[in-house]
């Protein structure tokens, strides 16, 4: 059968401050598209749904939407996971109507061991757990770390297995040998969240969640759909999509397809004066997301806001060569002693506002400073 | 047909800080048991599921046990509406498969519009809103109070109505001229969320929630279930429990069914001594929540903590006819001043414990005294 592969949706997440929530509904749009155009029977979405265990109300009406769409809408079967930044519990609600119209979403281990059959394959849906799940479920003192616990889940469902059927196994945890990005939380220190490789052998296609690049993990059998848009400027090079998976018993194969974000994560370079000329921001797609790698060593006064007005979705600034702050903010110290009190405010304006004081502005500062200093005196 | 009305369940309130998820599933299998034994066709929930729009995730776990094991299980139809206490978005989630199964939840107004229609009857369900959401969903400016929405929102109700069957309304206000308990969140001030009785006349039955007595209304078309637990002291002499419903064109009759709680809330009278005395206190369910009325007027030391080694579940103590301290705390303070360290300490102890300090104890204080004072002269 063919299904389609994706991960790591974190709906609700923010990128620097912006909120995503139209990015994501276009993704999910887009997974929609390329699942009917390759006529999928499934479409697999291996954990983090959300970005917070307590979604804004927001978020929840966008996911809300989708899993309508998705699965009363559009009749696709579904089969999800929690996954570390969902809160099972929360997710759960609605689970056991869900799965009337084929929509399958585990959040607790003891479903993954009622494998979901579809056509010729078994899916084994596996929420992302934490050991003392293994250790109560199983009964097994001894089960401290994932790798340990995982050795009991496969067994588990091996046992389970039809030999006249293909096995996907669909989970959320960190295998040995990946690489990470910027954007993916942490879930334990000291390598004991992760599992080898080796223990997967047996199933036909392992659709990972929890990496955000789909290329993080290459393997024969296993893949990580990395997440339907980039969510931090170290994802800047990668190509954002699902997999589309056609399993048949002893043979698996699998396809990326891409999606073209509504608005990209990237890096422009040039100088201060270039980057605010029109001839050349006129260019640049200034609707993306974008990390700016100024030339300039020079103070630029104001220099945040004057970018915004021209880039509206700014997530970063970086002096490529450093800055001359240092040396100019001792120049000033120095110089600060010896200014008179008008002069400072000139000073002061100027470097805010990249402006000089009008003549009428001058007058007000003057005639402030003395009342001021009438106030002081008559103390 | 028959129907069985019970509103404001709020699960996840606690009770002078008590949990009360014990009393309230135990609530909820009473219910069950009732709607079985009478034989209803369905259950009808008016509103305030939860006790808050971010509810815990116990009481998540709790309210999704209730809702599969109501309408999955027992297979009962289930009619409810968001309240004001829930977030009708967060509450909105799975809806839409529900419905497959007879479980209708409605959160928006505009659900409201689409009766159900079960046996006999068109139930209107709908679920606490606010005037904004009638003054968009009307296009109408003029929309300014609860009774402004509800005379449009009733007109639009009665387009829909079929004349050979009964029309029951389902809703979440204050009806003009009700008697409100200690419980209920107010929903504003001013009046202006009151909706008068004659707007309800042309249902047959309306299934109100909100108000938490079931007296708290009479009317001969409408009811308050009032919630199935007494949560507060106010309600002290309420029974609770549900109304059994049934409707006919033209006549629709109700009869109460009670709740026996798993813990009351209850009030009891005595002397400290009487109410520390193993023959009395042993005579008494402390189980209840208590709420304890003391005859006496001298202070008496570490009194809540001694209570509540007899009394687990103290929601409150009352001097019934005042207490000597003012004056006592008086003498105290002239005295410390003229007392020793060591007498101060023996003071403070027979104050907080009711005990007196052993020969052994007065030892250590002693030490600890002497060592105190020759380290602060060696500083």
Excluded: C
């Excluded at 399993?247 to 397809?257: A, G, S």
């Excluded at 001792?330 to 405010?345: D, W, Y």
């Amino acid at each position: 059968m063919r299904f389609l592969h994706t991960a790591d949706w974190h709906i609700g997440k923010k990128l620097h401050g912006y909120d995503l929530l139209e990015e994501q509904t276009d993704a999910f749009k887009q997974i929609l598209m390329i699942a009917k155009k390759e006529k999928v029977e499934a479409i697999v979405v291996a954990g983090d749904l959300y970005d917070r265990s307590v979604p804004s109300v927001e978020a929840i009406e966008v996911f809300n939407r989708m899993i309508v769409e998705m699965n009363l809408q559009e009749k696709f079967p579904v089969l999800a996971i929690s996954g570390n930044h969902d809160s099972s519990t929360r997710l759960e609600t609605g689970g056991p109507w869900f799965i009337q119209s084929d929509f399958h979403l585990n959040t607790r281990l003891d479903q993954a061991f009622q494998p979901v059959e579809l056509a010729n394959t078994q899916f084994f849906l596996l929420p992302y757990f934490e050991p003392i799940s293994a250790r109560l479920y199983f009964d097994n003192e001894e089960i401290r770390t994932i790798e340990q616990a995982m050795k009991e889940v496969i067994a588990a469902m091996e046992k389970q297995f039809k030999p006249n059927m293909a096995h996907v196994l669909v989970s959320h945890f960190f295998v040995a040998g990946s690489e990470k990005s910027d954007s993916e939380t942490k879930l334990m220190v000291g390598g004991l969240d992760t599992v080898p490789l080796s223990l997967l052998e047996s199933f036909d296609y392992v659709a990972l969640g929890h990496l955000h690049g789909k290329n993080a993990l290459q393997a024969e059998n296993a893949r990580y759909s990395g997440s339907p848009l980039k969510f931090s400027l170290s994802e800047m090079n990668q190509k954002k999509g699902v997999w589309i998976v056609d399993t048949q018993v002893n043979e698996t194969t699998f396809e990326f397809q891409e999606i073209a974000p509504l608005r990209d994560v990237l890096q422009i370079e040039g100088s201060f004066k270039e980057l605010t000329t029109p001839e050349i921001y006129e260019a640049i797609n200034r609707e993306n997301y974008l990390h700016i790698q100024l030339t300039d060593r020079a103070v630029i006064p104001n220099m945040m806001n004057q970018l915004r007005q021209i880039y509206p979705r700014v997530i970063g600034v970086e002096r490529l060569f450093g800055r001359e702050e240092q040396q100019k903010s001792n120049q000033a110290k120095k110089e600060i002693k010896t200014l008179a009190p008008t002069e400072l405010v000139d000073q002061f304006f100027s470097e805010v506002t990249g402006e000089e004081l009008t003549a009428q502005q001058h007058v007000w500062i003057k005639e402030n400073l003395a009342d001021i200093h009438q106030a002081e005196r008559g103390k």
